[in-house]
């Protein structure tokens, strides 16, 4: 079991990983474009196109015209990246469920994805340096609690059945 859930993450990973061409005729060179959004207020934000093309950027019916931001720069000078979060919500006053945020980030952390245990919320952090490299499907709370769960027996030294 932990298996799959080790697969769909190392899945996310490679997805978060991979190169979307994007024609740059109309953008600065080197500007680079990151999906900016939060499923909260945004139910487009769960699932954006993987695939885009120079059409979808000059189409307002499109998601990615509607959700790809050009990153501005940064007051420190530091090379943009997108940025995705999936976060679990756990308790409170709804039920258990997942918010995604993409948006662009400055800070850069030494992996590639990372995850985050707070009360209340379980994060699942992913950077990627492409245009739109933070879209696709959202995980699902059941991959990231199976997630979180084999790294929290990986930290106590429990072994995978």
Request: glycine share 8%; aromatic share 8%; proline share 7%.
């Given at each position: 079991m932990?298996?799959?859930?080790?697969?769909?993450?190392?899945?996310?990973?490679?997805h978060l990983s991979n190169y979307y061409t994007v024609s740059h005729s109309h953008f600065p060179v080197g500007a680079l474009?990151?999906?900016?959004?939060?499923?909260?207020?945004?139910?487009?934000?769960?699932?954006?196109p993987k695939r885009f093309t120079e059409e979808d950027l000059q189409n307002n019916d499109t998601?990615?015209?509607?959700?790809?931001?050009?990153?501005?720069?940064?007051?420190?000078?530091?090379?943009?990246?997108?940025?995705k979060v999936d976060v679990l919500v756990i308790g409170g006053s709804v039920p258990d469920h997942t918010r995604v945020t993409r948006e662009c980030g400055?800070?850069?952390?030494?992996?590639?994805?990372?995850?985050?245990?707070?009360?209340?919320?379980?994060?699942?952090?992913?950077?990627?340096?492409?245009?739109?490299?933070?879209?696709?499907?959202?995980?699902t709370v059941s991959r990231v609690l199976g997630t979180l769960m084999s790294l929290a027996g990986l930290l106590l030294g429990c072994k995978p059945l």
């Open positions: 932990a298996n799959s859930h080790h697969d769909g993450m190392k899945a996310d990973q490679e474009r990151c999906y900016t959004c939060n499923s909260y207020d945004n139910s487009e934000c769960f699932a954006p998601v990615p015209a509607r959700l790809l931001v050009e990153c501005p720069p940064d007051e420190k000078g530091r090379e943009p990246f997108c940025r400055y800070e850069r952390a030494r992996r590639p994805c990372y995850s985050v245990i707070n009360g209340g919320h379980e994060e699942l952090v992913c950077q990627c340096f492409t245009d739109g490299c933070n879209g696709g499907s959202q995980i």
